[in-house]
Structure formats: C-alpha cells, structure tokens
C-alpha cells in the first residue's frame, strides 16, 4: 500500500518562508511525476509545483519565482520551498504522486498539510 506522509505546513505572516515535504513509503513500484497541489476554501484544487523523474519543473504561474520543488529520487521524498508567501497562498496542501503497477500509473494523494499566511 502505497504511503504519503506529508510535513512543513503551518501558519506564517505575509512574507514568510515555509518548506513542505512529501516522503512516499511502502513502495517498490517506478514513481513518474511528484508534485503538490493547493486548495483553497470554496475552491477547485489547482497545481502548484508538479516535478519528473529527470527534474523537469512545472509551476502554477501564481507561485512562479517563489516556489521552488525538488526530489530525492533515491529517498522517494519531494520537497517544495516557498518563498515570499502571500495571504493568498493560504490553503490546504496535497502532495500527489504517480505511481506505476498492475500495468497502468496511478494517483495517489497524501492527506493535505494546511499553510496559513497572515498579512
């Protein structure tokens, strides 16, 4: 069974740093992309930071220039770096991740880590 742990949410003013990390466990099966998504209150879940196995990066345009992600292909980890964090980044964070068995690529879904930006 496939594990999502996530860590590094909290509540921080307007301005402020926070690093979120996403360790997959329990797994022997080729992960293919890992990422994090947000969702608001009253809103749709939309992409973050989504990154390949060979470190290609994708950024919401939101966070562009603020956000940075990484993985540690060895560890099954990925990690998200946010930078200069606005009242608007605040949300429910899901770290997702694509996993390959019984011949096809599935999502899998950690239980979400609230970030809170005060302004």
């Known amino acids: 069974q496939v594990q999502l742990v996530e860590s590094g949410g909290g509540s921080v003013q307007a301005g402020g740093s926070l690093r979120l990390s996403c360790a997959v466990s329990?797994?022997?099966?080729?992960?293919?992309?890992m990422g994090w998504y947000r969702q608001a209150p009253g809103q749709k879940r939309e992409l973050v930071a989504t990154?390949?196995?060979?470190?290609?990066?994708k950024y919401g345009d939101s966070v562009k220039g603020r956000f940075t992600i990484s993985r540690d292909n060895a560890k099954n980890t990925v990690d998200m770096q946010m930078n200069s964090l606005k009242s608007e980044d605040t949300a429910v964070y899901y770290c997702?991740?694509?996993?390959?068995?019984?011949?096809?690529?599935?999502?899998?879904w950690g239980q979400g880590t609230q970030v809170t930006v005060s302004s």
């Open positions: 997702n991740v694509e996993v390959y068995y019984l011949r096809a690529w599935h999502d899998h």
């Open positions: 990154i390949t196995g060979g470190g290609n990066a």
């Open positions: 329990r797994i022997s099966f080729p992960i293919r992309t």
